[in-house]
């Protein structure tokens, strides 16, 4: 399955939790990308001692997902897109929906 996860909070645990669904369906055989959106651009910055957001996130790209984020919302934020999250467009969140057997939203 082509899983498409829409991540549009900034709360540690709800973004650790994506990413811990992502991981899972990744470790099962699908094929899963993330589109940080709104707040969840945000999500390489959170720290949380209770939820290790960075851990996730690594480990999900390193599991084989693929992490695309929002440029405008980043640019909002006066912030730049990384290795791990590259500046995408709406044409690249159009893609991942279009694309996608099931898509999920956090």
């Known amino acids: 399955m082509k899983l498409g996860i829409i991540i549009y909070a900034n709360d540690?645990?709800?973004?650790?939790n994506a990413f811990r669904l992502g991981v899972f369906s990744l470790k099962q055989g699908d094929t899963v990308s993330v589109f940080l959106l709104g707040k969840g651009v945000e999500a390489e910055s959170l720290d949380s001692t209770k939820f290790d957001v960075i851990g996730q996130i690594r480990s999900f790209s390193e599991t084989g997902g693929l992490i695309l984020a929002c440029g405008t919302c980043l640019k909002i934020r006066q912030s730049k897109g990384s290795d791990i999250c590259p500046v995408s467009t709406m044409q690249d969140l159009h893609a991942l929906i279009r694309d996608s057997d099931k898509i999920l939203s956090f």
């Not at 540690?12 to 650790?16: A, G, L």
Request: net charge negative; hydrophobic share 40%; glycine share 0%.
């Open 12 to 16: 540690p645990e709800t973004v650790w």
